[in-house]
């Protein structure tokens, strides 16, 4: 079997030792569940930006409020975010709005907060998984370096039984050992940029809403005049 042939990736990987696989096995797999959380949160954020903006224009248009309210209500599965905090908002402004003797500011200030924790939960939701990614793009390169390391010295200790220590004997223990860095390096790569770009996406989506909060609480407190 010539050089080239002994240093195929397949066959580094088939003839690593046990500590070195089992490294590059991890890896292979946090790199799978990494990509699936890429493409949905991918999805996800996409749509969050879809159902936000939709909502904006609806929301801007001038329609009567009751009715962005209804139409909140009863297609609950369909709506965005942003619509979701509304209605929590709305619901909470009416509900106080139609008690006696409360002072206009405290009605203003309990849509507020129902406002916030529906904002939080969405910004909850949303975030999901993203943590996942983070810890992939920063523990990945250390624990494929961790192989690396353990490949290498597993490859030392099998030359202290040659008497000759060539090129040919070193290069294909240390070469599989470097297999777990770049595996490492694979997982860590798409798993940084990708939490990178949707900390971006999440955090303007979470400055509308924020946005959306105050200029909404705004209209009710014009409405309690």
Do not use: C
Not at 114 to 121: D, E, G, P
Not at 170 to 189: D, H, K, Q, R, S
């Amino acid at each position: 079997m010539n050089v080239s042939q002994d240093l195929s990736i397949l066959h580094l990987i088939v003839n690593a030792s046990a500590v070195v696989q089992a490294v590059m096995a991890i890896l292979a797999l946090v790199s799978f569940m990494s990509w699936y959380y890429i493409f949905r949160k991918w999805f996800a954020v996409r749509e969050a930006r879809t159902q936000t903006e939709q909502f904006e224009r609806d929301f801007w248009s001038g329609g009567d409020l009751n009715g962005l309210y209804q139409s909140a209500v009863n297609n609950r599965h369909g709506t965005g975010s942003m619509e979701r905090i509304f209605e929590a908002g709305f619901r909470e402004f009416a509900k106080l709005r139609s008690q006696k003797n409360l002072d206009p500011k405290d009605v203003i200030d309990g849509s507020r907060r129902a406002m916030r924790a529906t904002y939080q939960r969405e910004i909850d939701n949303i975030d999901a998984h993203l943590a996942f990614l983070a810890s992939v793009g920063s523990v990945s390169p250390y624990v494929g370096l961790f192989g690396t390391v353990w490949g290498i010295m597993h490859s030392f200790r099998g030359l202290s039984n040659v008497g000759q220590a060539t090129l040919s004997a070193v290069a294909p223990g240390i070469a599989e050992a470097l297999v777990a860095t770049a595996i490492g390096l694979f997982a860590a790569i798409p798993a940084v940029v990708a939490y990178n770009r949707f900390s971006h996406e999440i955090d303007r989506l979470a400055t509308r809403f924020e946005s959306f909060m105050e200029e909404f609480s705004n209209i009710l407190q014009r409405h309690m005049r």
